[in-house]
């Protein structure tokens, strides 16, 4: 969406210039904007002005803004994520995307299993942060998290893969 309201601030921007330059005859918009009088000259400075506020500041805050408060990850097909998986997609990049592939955090690493093919839900991973698993090319060691931080690192892996249904593990 911010792309496409980008694209049309530029597109607008030429159409107004276009309009302006076929309106004045052969002199276009150079006659405006080279006139001599006090008010051309005074229009042409507060035109420069708001595009430079738009364009510079206006459209990259809105566009940092909607970044910032994003609750899905569109390359993963994830959407919705509530503030603990907001949470535990943080806690996941710090220390569970050094072993583990996962689409959702942007992890490719090869010691532990892709979690994108092993799809666990939530209990199964919550165990697996806890208890520490000892099977594959490394060994997972018990309580990478704790607590709050341990469900929700599974709540957001579980609904990364798709597989938010808890189950008996």
């Given at each position: 969406m911010g792309t496409l309201f980008f694209v049309l601030v530029f597109v607008a921007l030429g159409l107004i210039t276009l309009v302006i330059a076929m309106s004045r005859g052969r002199g276009g918009l150079a006659g405006l904007m080279h006139s001599q009088t006090r008010g051309s000259r005074r229009f042409a400075t507060?035109?420069?002005f708001v595009a430079?506020?738009?364009?510079?500041?206006a459209v990259p805050a809105w566009v940092i803004s909607e970044e910032v408060?994003?609750?899905?990850?569109?390359?993963a097909q994830v959407s919705g994520l509530t503030e603990d998986e907001k949470r535990g997609h943080e806690l996941f990049g710090t220390r569970c995307?050094?072993?583990?592939?996962?689409?959702?955090a942007n992890a490719v690493a090869k010691v532990g299993p892709n979690l994108d093919e092993m799809r666990p839900n939530e209990a199964l991973t919550l165990d697996a942060i806890l208890k520490g698993r000892s099977q594959g090319n490394g060994q997972m060691p018990a309580q990478l998290f704790t607590g709050k931080d341990a469900e929700d690192v599974a709540k957001f892996v579980a609904k990364s893969v798709g597989a938010e249904t808890p189950s008996g593990g």
């Open positions: 507060f035109l420069f430079l506020l738009v364009l510079g500041a408060n994003r609750d899905d990850i569109p390359s995307s050094m072993c583990h592939t996962l689409k959702a």
